[in-house]
């Protein structure tokens, strides 16, 4: 293992040095990992020069596991242990997911989220789609030929709490350091934005493999601002796709089929669906396992009828995402269109029509969204450079709220806020003498909670026995800047707390990942003990560094008292930093974070005095 | 509907965003403070750092956006001035409204419903401008009631026809998007 390097006490350790960021782009149908070279954003390609990674993962029966284009390649022979689409079942339980009767897997329902059972055992989406962004990862710390410091993911804007809960653990189960969940059309418009300097009202159009996400923003000096979103997290391309599967088993008088037969007639719908982009006759020809042939012809007039619906599908959100953000489709600059899927020409003709004008498609559909993600890891691994001075505001897409009395929503926060948000609501008990009370947090927007998403169930126990509804509960919801939920209910008479970090019973619980993490050190498999001992020691390394250029900095905000007992944190923490006790430095960086909140805060307080000084002097010290 | 804090490292919102205690308030410029503000204490300018340092700045972005999402809205930043003049629970007890108003709004109503079960979408955008119209002059009497002549009172009462008449502005648009999918 190589040794880290330290600088001298007080003596700033190499500012110019680049830290390795990456964007990953984690798709339906495929993935990509990107970063930024030189102040440019590039695709990191494969071995062979490919930037797509196809996001199917094979399981094979000795144990290996491709992802890829080899597992998309064999998908036909061996259908039920080659897992494609992934993405959709991310979060999600085996009543969520449509069309599952034409898929070959072996489905487990799990607790909360569907397993698959495959030739390497029962594998969860989250573990499915780790081995996608280790893929990802290892390439591309190959191609950067260094450790890489963290990675921006890119979700649906779409996706709910559990979605994006799942997402976040799959990247720490692939060893990625998440810097941030991103919203796919946002990271499309930081892309797009930056490149043509672009000022006004845009719309982006993000139809990927199998999710829907609309988004309205405004660009001004710098500054994207959300001010809407809206979508479908279960329709995509794979939709189109599954309509021409439909279409061909009827007029082929086919059913059944088996999985074999059906994965290649899958196949042949996708290439059907990107051959009528550029032709009006598509050719079908199959030759099934029983030796027949299969021979159709797709018009494109009958592609356009069988996937009417579909387009009007994207429709009703585009007018939703509209009207939340009180504008009307003329009031929009430019519309960036994002996703494979809006190659299909009656997407682009939908589109054009609706806004009123031509869409804009200047930039590769599949790439924007990992260039984006690169550029905004950059900067938030603290890559700046001059005019690199831009700043996201992002918001949630779906209302979050309580479960009350008659099985209601009452909503806490509505979507569209923009994150980060915090909202306190106070409830009380129903009954005399009522001493605890079951908090369920929901996600959606209709009344009952019967038809909005489950996050989580917990209960606030110590309520002292008072008559019905004098109690005062208070629950807060705060949602951080990767769009995800904790909840704290206190009631407000005693003081007496209870507080829970929400994990969304569809995803996997710490405990899990931790054995999963746990399994994979013991395997060794690519030395992950070690690379975590590694990244630890880096991690203790940055806050080090970041302490002791606050203190340069700031050093007169502290009481010689509060001073010490920094520094003494800082020493414990430098003393077992080079130890391989990854307990102990994970406890003396805690100890270093808790030492160090005051100060961290004093300084805020004082740099944003700073900042608006010369400004409105007078009114920040009212 | 509450925020988390009334004031923020002792700062009311308007303090914070550094703009006059005011219901008038200077729109570009508030949206102007608010990108300045963010563009400090946002996370995204803070993800490199330590735990304590990232913690603050999420507490400080919540708070701004809390701040500005409050006096962007003329009917909830009125609600913030009436509860820092400390005359918010008249707002919640007090549902007394003149017979006059409250008729008027009762026919609004019926009309919406009506154009609601015929799916005359044209009616509904007719009776959203109307209503929108009526809105703007009650928005004008509020800023006279709180910038000129300090009547909380009167501005309170004005600060709940406008609460009723922005939740039969919701029912329109529920039952727009209603006739159109």
Request: proline share 2%; hydrophobic share 45%; net charge positive.
């Given at each position: 293992m190589a040794l880290l390097q330290i600088a001298e006490p007080g003596e700033s350790t190499a500012p110019h040095e680049h830290r390795l960021a990456i964007g990953i782009d984690l798709g339906t149908t495929n993935s990509l990992v990107a970063t930024v070279r030189s102040g440019m954003a590039v695709v990191l390609n494969d071995e062979l020069g490919r930037p797509l990674l196809p996001s199917v993962v094979h399981y094979d029966a000795d144990g290996h596991v491709e992802v890829g284009h080899e597992a998309q390649a064999g998908q036909s022979v061996d259908p039920r242990n080659t897992v494609v689409s992934v993405k959709r079942f991310m979060g999600r339980g085996l009543k969520d997911i449509a069309h599952i009767e034409a898929m070959p897997y072996d489905f487990v329902e799990g607790e909360g989220q569907v397993r698959l059972r495959t030739a390497q055992g029962v594998k969860s989406p989250v573990e499915i789609s780790a081995d996608i962004l280790k893929t990802?990862?290892?390439?591309?710390e190959a191609a950067l030929s260094g450790q890489i410091t963290g990675a921006v993911i890119t979700v649906p804007a779409y996706f709910d709490d559990a979605q994006r809960q799942a997402t976040k653990d799959a990247a720490r189960l692939a060893g990625l350091n998440v810097l941030r969940l991103l919203n796919e059309p946002t990271a499309a418009a930081i892309a797009y934005g930056l490149d043509n300097a672009a000022e006004g009202i845009y719309a982006v159009y993000d139809l990927g493999g199998g999710t829907f996400d609309i988004s309205i923003l405004k660009l001004t000096k710098g500054v994207f601002q959300v001010l809407?979103?809206?979508?479908?997290?279960?329709?995509?391309g794979d939709d189109f796709d599954h309509r021409i599967f439909c279409w061909a088993i009827e007029e082929a008088k086919l059913a059944p089929v088996s999985p074999q037969d059906g994965r290649l007639l899958q196949m042949r719908a996708r290439e059907a669906k990107e051959y009528l982009t550029y032709h009006s006759v598509a050719p079908i020809t199959i030759k099934l396992g029983s030796g027949e042939y299969v021979d159709l012809k797709l018009t494109t007039e009958q592609f356009n009828e069988i996937t009417r619906t579909l387009v009007q599908k994207t429709l009703q959100p585009t007018r939703k995402a509209l009207r939340d953000a009180g504008l009307a489709p003329a009031e929009v600059k430019g519309v960036v269109m994002v996703g494979g899927a809006t190659r299909m020409p009656q997407i682009q003709h939908a589109v054009a029509a609706y806004f009123g004008q031509e869409p804009l498609n200047n930039l590769d559909p599949d790439k924007v969204v990992a260039l984006g993600a690169a550029t905004q890891a950059n900067l938030l691994a603290g890559n700046r450079a001059a005019g690199d001075d831009w700043l996201l505001l992002d918001v949630i897409p779906l209302s979050l709220g309580m479960e009350t009395m008659g099985g209601l929503t009452e909503k806490v926060i509505p979507r569209n806020s923009t994150i980060p948000v915090a909202r306190a609501q106070e409830f009380t008990t129903f009954k005399d003498g009522q001493t605890a009370m079951?908090?369920?947090?929901?996600?959606?927007e209709r009344e009952l909670v019967s038809d909005c998403r489950s996050l989580a169930r917990f209960e606030l126990r110590g309520i002292p026995p008072m008559v019905a509804g004098a109690a005062r509960i208070r629950v807060t919801f705060q949602v951080d800047a990767d769009g995800l939920l904790s909840v704290t209910a206190r009631e407000q008479t005693t003081g007496h707390e209870a507080k829970i970090e929400v994990k969304p019973s569809y995803g996997l619980s710490d405990d899990e990942i931790a054995a999963m993490l746990k399994d994979s050190y013991s395997h060794a498999s690519d030395d992950a003990f070690r690379r975590a001992l590694r990244e630890a020691q880096v991690e203790a390394q940055r806050l080090i560094e970041a302490v002791q250029s606050a203190l340069r900095e700031d050093a007169p905000l502290l009481s010689p008292a509060e001073r010490a007992h920094v520094d003494g944190c800082l020493a414990k923490l430098q003393a077992v930093m080079m130890g391989d006790d990854r307990r102990a430095i994970d406890a003396a960086m805690d100890a270093l974070g808790k030492g160090t909140a005051e100060f961290a805060a004093r300084r805020m307080n004082a740099s944003v005095q700073k900042a608006l000084s010369g400004k409105k002097i007078g009114d920040l010290e009212a | 509907?509450?925020?988390v804090e009334s004031s923020f490292a002792g700062r009311d919102h308007f303090a914070l965003l550094g703009l006059p205690r005011a219901y008038a308030v200077d729109r570009n410029e508030l949206e102007r403070l608010y990108r300045d503000l963010q563009a400090h204490v946002h996370p995204d300018k803070h993800a490199h750092k330590g735990d304590a340092d990232r913690r603050v700045a999420m507490q400080w972005a919540t708070q701004v956006n809390e701040a500005y999402q409050t006096?962007?809205?003329?009917?909830?930043?009125?609600?913030?001035?009436?509860?820092?003049?400390?005359?918010d629970a008249a707002i919640e007890t007090n549902t007394a409204m003149p017979a006059e108003f409250l008729m008027e709004q009762m026919e609004l109503r019926e009309a919406v419903a009506d154009a609601h079960a015929a799916a005359d979408t044209a009616h509904l955008d007719d009776l959203h401008g109307r209503l929108r119209q009526e809105m703007a002059a009650q928005h004008e009497e509020l800023r006279r009631a709180i910038d000129e002549t300090h009547d909380y009172a009167r501005a309170a009462d004005v600060v709940r026809q406008l609460m009723f008449q922005e939740k039969l502005v919701s029912d329109i648009d529920a039952a727009l998007e209603a006739a159109e999918t």
């Open positions: 990802l990862r290892l390439r591309a809407a979103t809206g979508g479908d997290s279960a329709l995509g079951a908090l369920h947090v929901v996600q959606g | 509907m509450a925020s006096l962007r809205d003329p009917l909830r930043r009125a609600r913030y001035l009436l509860h820092l003049a400390g005359h």
